[in-house]
Structures are given as structure tokens and as C-alpha cells.
């Protein structure tokens, strides 16, 4: 009986109103470009290219710093897990981890990346991209990378 009422209850139709600070527009939004299962690694320029080819509205991409201020595109905390560098990215400039190139067999041929040289590729401007404030740890370059990134992509 309880099922029985469980299934009639959630086929029913009920209007919804979805208030956001988005005027109440849902948007879609590529996680990394393509996601984590796709032919191209996560947060590349192929990936976010792709995702937006086929009609994404925008897309997350996490975003970490180098000791020497550079803002990079790269999801994991350690690189070993999915690159063939090392350590923390945080840790290291970019020219220590520069030439990195990613683990999984389809992906050898795409390095990691650098965020500013993500976005410039991106043809169209209106890419929403959240900056993932968990993996970005501050350090003295903080503001001026930010603030570079925002001045020179208009993402104001």
C-alpha cells in the first residue's frame, strides 16, 4: 500500500517555482568541460571547446595558484594522481610544473594547463566560470593573478 501511494504521488505533475539569483533562468554548466568520464581531460581547452559546442551555457573550472602567482587549471590536489608531476601545485612555479602532461592513456597528449591560456582560446566571451575557492590557496601574488585574469578576460 505504501508503495502504491509512493508511485502515484511522485507521477504527479506539480508546478514548481524556482526562484534564483539568475532572474530565474537555469543555465547549463560543463564540469571541467566535458566532465571526468570524456574523451579529453577535465579542464583543457578541448574539453571546455567541446562542452560549449554543444551548447553549454558556461563552465566550471578549478582553478588553483602557483607559489609564483600563476592560476592553474587543474582539479586534484596532489598532481601525481592524475599528471606526471608531483606535489601540490601551490607548492611549486609554474615553470617546475610546465611541462605536465596528463596520466590516463587517451589523454598523454594534453598538458596542463595554464587558466589564462584556457580562457584566451575561448572564442566567446560569455563563459561563466566559477573560480573553486577550496582549491585556491592564497598567497602573496593572490590579488594581482585575480584581478590580471578579470582585467584582461572582462569577466566583470
Known amino acids: ?19 534564483n539569483v539568475n532572474n530565474n533562468i537555469i ?16 579542464n583543457t581547452f578541448p574539453s571546455v571547446m567541446r562542452a560549449l559546442s554543444l551548447g553549454a551555457d558556461g563552465e566550471e573550472i578549478d582553478v588553483q595558484m602557483t ?15 592524475r599528471s606526471t608531476a608531483s606535489g601540490q601545485i601551490y607548492n611549486q612555479s609554474w615553470s617546475e610544473i610546465s611541462g605536465a602532461t596528463y596520466l590516463k592513456s587517451l589523454y598523454t597528449d594534453y598538458a596542463v594547463m595554464r587558466l589564462d591560456s584556457l580562457i584566451s582560446g575561448i572564442p566567446v566571451r560569455q563563459v ?27 569577466m566583470h
Open 67 to 81: 607559489i609564483d602567482g600563476v592560476l592553474v587549471a587543474y582539479h586534484d590536489y596532489d598532481m601525481s594522481k
Open 128 to 154: 561563466f566560470t566559477t573560480l573553486m575557492v577550496s582549491r585556491l590557496k592564497l598567497n602573496e601574488h593572490s590579488g594581482n593573478s585575480s584581478c590580471n585574469l578579470v582585467d584582461t578576460h572582462m
Open 1 to 19: 500500500m505504501l508503495i502504491a501511494g509512493f508511485i502515484q504521488y511522485s507521477c504527479q505533475k506539480t508546478d514548481i517555482s524556482v526562484i
Open 27 to 42: 543555465k547549463v554548466i560543463g564540469h571541467g568541460g566535458m566532465g571526468i568520464a570524456h574523451n579529453y581531460p577535465m
